[in-house]
């Protein structure tokens, strides 16, 4: 053969390479979505459904090519989204268990797809060192039937009721949260435990794993999978069969609840929203296929709590670790697109910061806090007792005045501030709407976790403010302290302070006063300084010592700006209670918080005119007494 022939040979054979590798490479390096819009999931906030979802996202991404997004929620706002085809897929369906669900799937706007695990469990648990062990609390319980017993009200008495047994329900605008009140009813345990939602499923796993880290008695609701149920050893409480009718009676909003019963074997699937199954049937046959072993699924979510990954960094663990169980879900093509990507590109995002420079403050923080829990956990829950007998004596107390006295001292305030007739009659007539709207008694408690935050921050604000305005050192110290708490997040330090001093009121006070100190300083600072140098020196020349003319000269004459302190601790700790209703405080912002969490516009709306009008009432007054009233004395 001539070097031309060869030549052209070898030509062909490289022309023949590259076509065969450009027919061959984008099959697995780049795939068409099947749909036009990112996929969009429900943006679950328990454990196992974020998990889940990650995984699900991972997959999409990855082996077909789409973008997704999470669209936060609770249950019921998210099922309602997925009947409208806001969002694509909720990837943990609890099915029947919500009206909202019901309807939607009678109407057929949503399908049932799959099942992302089975066997999964629900009920009543307690701790096993309750009930096994040689210094068992509660040797003999094992049963739902036993809880009316005395014996054990009292050893699960509820801190803010004394006496009443405290059961831990789930948080609000959970199908469970309906579900487990209903239970309580039928049980006839309503008179005898406070039926207690947490706010929020952190809040929830925080106080389980708190007091399990301290021995303390705890009554309360859970499921499997959970890093909960796979990390703690629990005992579930017996409770009668499963039976249809009684099921279908508990998950009603419309059922009498004369009867209670177990919780049927779980029907866990994919909520799929029916365009979406219509416009992406190779995605919803991946659904259908994508189930995880229960035991499997409870050690990622073990896995992942201990580490403190997030949901996408364990969903990339798992498919790294897992092709034998994730390859059955999908065809041969698309698996190997995701084993590719595995093994080229973690999505994680990219920084220009130098790696080997950062530094993660998290696992000191979170050991500080587990051994805080640990070793001086009876001490803070001793301070948060005597701090909740304060708040359980104000607020019966204030449950204790007439409603006609209540509303005629609030009066007699607003006339003494302003003395204006007018403003009087209103401030009595917007305290009587209060009570026409049936919110009198979760006023009187929102009153009374207020009043307890503002004066805190009162009695605490005035003498810093007072030595800030004193010493330069101290307000050049004080300031980015101040600064710190006024832009810190409240939920950094809420799961703290909730795992110290226990879900309910005491930590809700707390996070209320660090957020509303900071004015009461500043203004008091402020009004201190703005103390007329000459007014201080004929003091001086009177003969007045500095505690003398603090007292007599410049507090008297920062008192517009002081009241102005008092005004604004006030409004803050108000603006606080929705926050606080996330860690189980009682009151308005709980109430705002269920409206928002089951779609009660109408709840909703009515607790938050009943903020409103407290609001309104309490600025109005110490307005008043600031000095507008001050030229009528």
């Known amino acids: 053969?001539?070097?031309?022939?060869?030549?052209?040979?070898?030509?062909?054979?490289?022309?023949?390479?590259?076509?065969?590798?450009?027919?061959?490479?984008?099959?697995?390096?780049?795939?068409?979505?099947p749909v036009t819009e990112p996929v969009r999931f429900a943006g679950v906030n328990w454990e196992s459904g974020e998990f889940i979802t990650a995984v699900m996202q991972e997959i999409i991404e990855r082996g077909y090519g789409c973008a997704t997004e999470t669209v936060p929620g609770n249950t019921v706002t998210l099922e309602q989204a997925l009947a409208n085809d806001d969002i694509h897929i909720l990837a943990e369906e609890w099915v029947s268990r919500s009206d909202?669900?019901?309807?939607?799937?009678?109407?057929?706007?949503?399908?049932?797809?799959?099942?992302?695990?089975?066997?999964?469990?629900?009920?009543?648990?307690?701790?096993d060192y309750m009930v096994h062990g040689s210094d068992a609390a509660a040797p003999g319980l094992n049963s739902v039937s036993q809880l009316a017993d005395p014996r054990y009200v009292a050893l699960f008495r509820d801190p803010e009721q004394p006496g009443k047994g405290r059961f831990l329900n789930c948080p609000s605008g959970w199908t469970c949260e309906g579900v487990n009140s209903a239970k309580l009813k039928a049980y006839g345990l309503t008179g005898a435990y406070v039926d207690f939602r947490p706010g929020t499923g952190p809040a929830?796993?925080?106080?389980?794993?708190?007091?399990?880290?301290?021995?303390?008695?705890?009554?309360?609701?859970?499921?499997?999978?959970?890093p909960i149920a796979g990390r703690l050893k629990l005992v579930q409480l017996k409770e009668p069969p499963w039976s249809a009718a009684c099921w279908a009676d508990l998950t009603s909003r419309d059922g009498k609840h004369t009867q209670g019963c177990a919780a049927p074997p779980a029907d866990v699937a994919y909520g799929v929203s029916t365009p979406f199954a219509e416009r992406a049937p190779v995605i919803t046959a991946m659904l259908a296929k994508a189930t995880f072993p229960i035991d499997d699924l409870n050690a990622n979510l073990v896995r992942r709590a201990d580490g403190k990954l997030t949901a996408r960094a364990q969903a990339v663990w798992f498919l790294k670790a897992h092709p034998d169980l994730w390859r059955q879900w999908v065809d041969t093509n698309t698996a190997e697109r995701i084993s590719t990507s595995l093994g080229t590109a973690a999505p994680v995002a990219k920084s220009n910061f130098p790696a080997r420079w950062t530094l993660s403050i998290r696992q000191p923080v979170n050991g500080a806090v587990s051994g805080l829990v640990r070793d001086h956990g009876e001490g803070f829950r001793a301070v948060a007792n005597a701090g909740l007998s304060v708040i359980?004596?104000?607020?019966?107390?204030?449950?204790?005045?007439?409603?006609?006295?209540?509303?005629?001292?609030?009066?007699?305030?607003?006339?003494?501030?302003?003395?204006?007739?007018?403003?009087?009659?209103?401030?009595?007539?917007?305290?009587?709407?209060?009570?026409?709207?049936?919110?009198?008694?979760?006023?009187?408690?929102?009153?009374?976790?207020?009043?307890?935050?503002?004066?805190?921050?009162?009695?605490?604000?005035?003498?810093?403010?007072?030595?800030?305005?004193?010493?330069?050192?101290?307000?050049?110290?004080?300031?980015?302290?101040?600064?710190?708490?006024?832009?810190?997040p409240a939920f950094v330090y809420l799961i703290p302070a909730l795992m110290l001093f226990g879900l309910g009121k005491v930590p809700a006070i707390l996070a209320t006063v660090i957020y509303a100190l900071p004015p009461m300083i500043r203004l008091t600072t402020l009004g201190i300084e703005r103390v007329d140098h000459e007014?201080?020196?004929?003091?001086?020349?009177?003969?007045?010592?500095?505690?003398?003319?603090?007292?007599?000269?410049e507090l008297p004459?920062?008192?517009?700006?002081l009241m102005a302190g008092v005004n604004q601790t006030i409004m803050l700790a108000l603006s606080m209670v929705v926050v606080a209703s996330m860690i189980g405080a009682r009151g308005l912002g709980e109430q705002v918080l269920n409206g928002i969490q089951t779609l009660d516009v109408g709840m909703g709306l009515e607790a938050g005119l009943g903020i409103v009008i407290l609001a309104f009432v309490l600025d109005r007054i110490t307005q008043g007494f600031g000095g507008k009233g001050a030229s009528h004395d």
């Open 1 to 33: 053969m001539s070097r031309n022939a060869t030549a052209t040979a070898h030509l062909w054979a490289c022309v023949l390479a590259l076509l065969f590798a450009g027919f061959s490479v984008p099959a697995l390096a780049k795939v068409e979505c």
């Open 100 to 127: 909202v669900w019901k309807k939607a799937a009678a109407v057929g706007t949503v399908k049932a797809i799959g099942h992302p695990f089975t066997e999964a469990r629900e009920g009543w648990y307690v701790p």
């Open 204 to 226: 929830m796993d925080a106080a389980i794993t708190a007091a399990y880290a301290q021995k303390q008695p705890i009554l309360f609701y859970y499921w499997s999978p959970s």
């Open 392 to 488: 359980v004596a104000l607020d019966g107390l204030l449950g204790a005045i007439p409603w006609w006295l209540l509303i005629a001292v609030f009066m007699g305030l607003a006339w003494a501030g302003t003395r204006r007739i007018g403003l009087t009659v209103a401030i009595g007539g917007l305290m009587l709407v209060m009570g026409l709207l049936g919110l009198w008694s979760l006023m009187t408690q929102t009153l009374t976790l207020m009043l307890i935050a503002s004066l805190l921050a009162v009695l605490i604000g005035l003498p810093v403010g007072i030595a800030a305005a004193k010493s330069r050192w101290i307000k050049g110290l004080s300031q980015p302290v101040l600064d710190i708490m006024q832009t810190l």
């Open 535 to 553: 007014v201080r020196e004929a003091g001086d020349s009177f003969g007045l010592t500095p505690w003398q003319r603090l007292w007599w000269v």
């Open 557 to 561: 004459l920062a008192r517009a700006t």
